[in-house]
Each structure stands twice: as structure tokens, then as C-alpha cells.
């Protein structure tokens, strides 16, 4: 079975190459998703910009948008030839553009074409091929869209799915407000894993930490978090000792910060702007002394032409030394 206890979302502009690293260093067991990548993009753009990641963010699966069977099937041999370690077709996102492309969130109401994709990969590839799926969109009944759904993939082979707990309504909303509008309803993703108590199925949004997560791994077998994890990085510190009965890799953010110093220097050397790495802190520290100063310092200078590690040092050191991370709860 896919090991997908404790999963951080894929997210677009927010999980990029450098976001994950810096995750990585604070749990090592969470599994990690790539923003979405359009088969039209990896199949034409510049792979090894788009496709490219470090080595430390193992395990780490590839996002694929997209429904046409054929380029999801070059698209992800492409990501497996990448080193990663499991492919994930998106069936959530509700934007417009996605829309367009005939994919994302509107693949709820294409059952067959989904699973045509997914059996084009499974044949291409074999690292575990996952979907990423709302309850149902619109005025879909979720008892049925989502079996329906969930069977069609399964049958083809998926080896788990990841379940955003809440409808997406395309008509009128935007996809901050899919986000939040449409009612959770995690029992309905409860009953899925009983109806299919052998596939993994992960549930996704709305979970503000790790405590919810723990209650919901009572019905279900892995849990996603995606803007929790994001904006209160902190909180993936308590995320291997509280989930997996395993020490966290580091005792404090401050040491986290800290390991990935060596990384910033070997991206600034290659041309990274250090504001494209360092705008994944921002929500590094909570509750502790400094923490405003902290964002304030990396948010005045870490932008300025040529802003240097020292940036980062300058700002970690108006921290609290060694200030203890806050049990997350
Ligand atoms: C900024 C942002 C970008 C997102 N981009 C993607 C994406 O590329 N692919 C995807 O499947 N979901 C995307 N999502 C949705 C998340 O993966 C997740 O399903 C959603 O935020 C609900 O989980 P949460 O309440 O834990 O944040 C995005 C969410 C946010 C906030």
C-alpha cells in the first residue's frame, strides 16, 4: 500500500522546488506534491526548469494536469525518467483556465476519460499512479459522482486516492473562494474508504493541524494538508513525532533555517533570487519573540537586487535564540 499517512497538498506558486526542501527539513516522512504541471508543459516547455528538484525532497510525487490519455501517459514516464516517486493526476482544481484545457475539477463529470488517463499512465509507468478529486462539482450528488469516480480509477489501476472534502462549483465562484465556500463533508470521504477499504484513500482540506489530522486517520488511511502546512510551516516540525512516533529532524525552526543555508548559497551561486526561497519563511515562526521582525527584515531586503544569505542570517538573528517550536495542535 501507498505510504501516504501525512501528505503536504500540491500547490500552485507555493510548493515549488524550494518550498519542498525547506519542508522536507522539517518532517522527513511527509509525502511532498509538485505544483500542478500541464501535460502541454512538460511535454513542450523547459523540463528541466520545471521538472528539476533536490535530491533531500524524496519522497515527492509529480502533479499532472491534463485528459488526453496519450499525453498523460509521455508526460508521466517524463516524470518518472525525473526521479519522482509517484505521479497524481488532478481532478480539483475549478479555474477557468484549467477549465479551458478540460481538466482540473470538471474531470468529475468524466468518469471514463479519467480513467482512460489514469490506465495510459499505469501502463507508461510504475510508480504508483494517484487522484486528486473534490467530492463532485456543482449539482453532482456526491454519493454517486464520487464512486463513480473513484471505481472508474481503481479499476484502471489507481493506487490511491486523495480526496478534497468539499464540492467545487464552477459556476460563479473563484478558486480561493472553492476553497472555502463549498461545505466540507469528511464523511463522505469516510464512507468511500468503507465502501473501498483496500485502496488508500487520503482526506484533504480544512485540516488546521495535527490533532484534526490524528482523529481523522481513525476512518481514513493518509491526511493532506495544504494551507496550514504552507502558511504555519512550524507546525510540520511536530508532524514525524506525532504521527509517526519518530523524532522530528530538528529540535527548532532556528535549526532548520539554519540547514538550509548550505542549499540557499548553492541556489544564489546558480542565479536563485533569495526571495524566491525565502518568501516560503514567512510564516516560519509564531508566537515567539522577533517573529515580526524576522518577516519584516526578509520581507525589506530579501527583495532588494543581490540580497545575500546574510539577509537571512541578519533576520534569524533577530529571533529568540533556540526558542523553543510550539507543539502544534
Ligand atoms: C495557493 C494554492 C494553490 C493550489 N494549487 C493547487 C494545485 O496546483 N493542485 C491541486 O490539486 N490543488 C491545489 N490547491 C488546493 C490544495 O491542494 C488543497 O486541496 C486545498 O487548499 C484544501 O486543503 P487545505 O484546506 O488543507 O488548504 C491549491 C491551494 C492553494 C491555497
Known amino acids: 500500500m501507498l505510504e501516504a499517512r501525512f501528505c503536504v497538498a500540491p500547490m500552485m506558486d507555493w510548493t515549488d522546488r524550494h518550498c519542498r526542501v525547506f519542508h522536507r527539513l522539517m518532517t522527513r516522512r511527509a509525502r511532498l506534491y509538485t505544483e500542478m504541471l500541464t501535460t502541454g508543459a512538460i511535454l513542450y516547455g523547459d523540463r528541466a526548469r520545471l521538472l528539476g528538484f533536490d535530491a533531500s525532497e524524496h519522497p515527492v510525487a509529480l502533479q499532472l494536469g491534463g485528459s488526453e490519455a496519450r499525453d498523460l501517459a509521455v508526460a508521466a514516464k517524463i516524470g518518472e525518467d525525473f526521479g519522482y516517486d509517484e505521479i497524481n493526476l488532478n481532478v480539483g482544481c475549478p479555474s477557468d483556465r484549467v477549465r479551458d484545457g478540460r481538466f482540473g475539477a470538471c474531470l468529475m463529470a468524466e468518469p471514463a476519460l479519467v480513467a482512460e488517463g489514469v490506465a495510459a499512465m499505469k501502463r507508461a509507468v510504475s510508480i504508483p499512479v494517484t487522484v486528486k478529486c473534490r467530492i463532485g462539482i456543482d449539482d453532482q450528488d456526491p454519493e454517486t459522482a464520487l464512486d463513480e469516480l473513484a471505481r472508474g480509477v481503481v479499476a484502471a489501476g489507481a493506487d490511491a486516492l486523495i480526496v478534497h472534502a468539499r464540492k467545487a462549483w464552477l459556476n460563479g465562484l473563484s478558486p480561493k473562494e472553492n476553497r472555502d465556500i463549498p461545505p466540507l463533508d469528511y464523511d463522505r470521504v469516510y464512507r468511500l474508504k468503507a465502501a473501498m477499504p483496500d485502496v488508500p484513500v487520503i482526506i484533504n ?117 533556540r526558542a523553543a517550536v510550539p507543539i502544534a495542535a
Do not use: C
Request: hydrophobic letters at 45%; charged letters at 20%; aromatic letters at 6%.
Open 205 to 321: 482540506g480544512g485540516i488546521a493541524g495535527l490533532a484534526e489530522a490524528r482523529a481523522h486517520l481513525e476512518h481514513v488511511d493518509g491526511v493532506m494538508l495544504g494551507r496550514a502546512a504552507y502558511q504555519e510551516p512550524w507546525r510540520l516540525l511536530s508532524a514525524d513525532p506525532e504521527l509517526f512516533g519518530e523524532a522530528a529532524p530538528h529540535a527548532a525552526m532556528k535549526d532548520v533555517l539554519a540547514a538550509m543555508i548550505p542549499y540557499i548559497e548553492r541556489e544564489l551561486a546558480g542565479g536563485t533570487r533569495l526571495h524566491s526561497i525565502a518568501r516560503h519563511f514567512v510564516g516560519a515562526y509564531h508566537g515567539v519573540p522577533g517573529a515580526r521582525a524576522f518577516r519584516r527584515h526578509l520581507a525589506e531586503n530579501g527583495v532588494k537586487p543581490g540580497a545575500g544569505i546574510n539577509v537571512l542570517r541578519e533576520a534569524m538573528a533577530l529571533v529568540e535564540d
